[in-house]
């Protein structure tokens, strides 16, 4: 299988860490927006999106990157690290899944796990989250990436 992660990764390299240990199990390449080769995403089996979230929301250079991509079609999956749980009622991943979805994607799926955060007032404190990722982070991700990669279905 061919898998390539798209990773926006800006503040404490948390959301890469989560990529490279996906694409160990994925043996995907992991770029940034700006590195993606539209060429090779068309190619890929498999497409990874994922990113830190800023205030409830994924980062715009990876959003940015989806908006723009042409109408195609394959298989994706969203990821996401954040110092603050995910909300029931408004998951940040969600607009990011349905502009994939109007761009022809099937996703298979979205993983997050907390990360350090220091934005906005949590900076005031040293942040927040400071030992997250964590091992246990990680394997869970690694797991979420062993499930996609095989085809155990939709996995959250």
Do not use: W
Not at 57 to 84: E, I, W, Y
Not at 96 to 108: I, T
Request: hydrophobic share 45%; charged share 20%; proline share 6%.
């Amino acid at each position: 299988m061919k898998a390539v992660i798209v990773c926006a990764s800006v503040s404490h390299g948390n959301t890469r860490r989560v990529a490279d240990c996906m694409a160990q199990v994925l043996g995907a390449k992991v770029v940034s927006p700006e590195q993606a080769d539209l060429a090779e995403l068309a190619d890929a089996d498999l497409v990874g999106f994922g990113s830190g979230v800023f205030y409830q929301r994924l980062h715009p250079r990876l959003t940015d990157f989806v908006k723009a991509l042409p109408t195609g079609r394959g298989r994706a999956f969203v990821f996401a690290t954040s110092g603050l749980p995910e909300l029931p009622l408004a998951p940040f991943s969600r607009p990011l899944v349905k502009l994939l979805e109007g761009k022809g994607f099937e996703v298979d799926g979205n993983f997050s796990c907390r990360a350090l955060d220091t934005m906005g007032p949590f900076k005031l404190v040293g942040g927040i989250q400071k030992q997250r990722p964590n091992d246990g982070d990680l394997a869970a991700a690694q797991a979420f990436a062993a499930r996609l990669r095989d085809g155990q279905g939709p996995v959250s």
